[in-house]
């Protein structure tokens, strides 16, 4: 296996206030996405895609009961997604695991023109952005 790029993305690690609830919405997520399942213990679990793994923890030494995604720190995470009809199925099938739709007035434009994607929140704050296009302004 050829070793990542310098600089590329090893990992993210989400503290997580109901360990549960992590793995119903953004396990389920991960895995329709292609993630594998990666590793499991008792306060966490991890799903991994080539040479990134993503984790969810449910740490001891949290101090907070839901990710605030307006405060410093991690507004979202956003996801390569293959196709729009893909984006739609998932933004759909998500509202099964604890996912509902940011911006919903705009979806699936919030991102603005040309840049279609859907923004989801989990019931822990967290927003994933699942994306297609995506355009570069010009300089």
């Given at each position: 296996?050829?070793?990542p790029a310098h600089g590329a993305l090893h990992h993210v690690e989400l503290w997580v206030p109901d360990l549960g609830r992590a793995v119903a919405s953004l396990g389920w997520l991960l895995e329709r996405l292609g993630y594998e399942a990666?590793?499991?213990?008792?306060?966490?679990?991890?799903?991994?895609?080539?040479?990134?793994?993503?984790?969810?923890?449910?740490?001891?030494?949290?101090?907070?009961?839901?990710?605030?995604?307006?405060?410093?720190?991690?507004?979202?995470?956003?996801?390569?997604?293959?196709?729009?009809?893909?984006?739609?199925?998932?933004?759909?099938?998500?509202?099964?695991?604890?996912?509902?739709?940011?911006?919903?007035?705009?979806?699936?434009?919030?991102?603005?023109?040309?840049?279609?994607?859907?923004?989801?929140?989990?019931?822990?704050?967290?927003?994933?952005?699942?994306?297609?296009?995506?355009?570069?302004?010009?300089?």
């Amino acid at each position: 296996m050829e070793s990542p790029a310098h600089g590329a993305l090893h990992h993210v690690e989400l503290w997580v206030p109901d360990l549960g609830r992590a793995v119903a919405s953004l396990g389920w997520l991960l895995e329709r996405l292609g993630y594998e399942a990666h590793q499991e213990w008792k306060a966490g679990r991890s799903w991994r895609l080539g040479p990134t793994y993503l984790v969810v923890e449910q740490s001891p030494a949290l101090t907070g009961e839901r990710h605030d995604r307006c405060a410093p720190g991690l507004n979202h995470l956003a996801f390569h997604v293959r196709d729009d009809a893909e984006v739609e199925r998932l933004a759909a099938e998500g509202e099964d695991h604890g996912w509902t739709m940011l911006f919903a007035d705009r979806h699936p434009f919030a991102g603005g023109e040309g840049h279609y994607a859907a923004y989801l929140e989990n019931r822990d704050g967290f927003e994933v952005e699942l994306v297609v296009k995506s355009f570069t302004p010009p300089s």
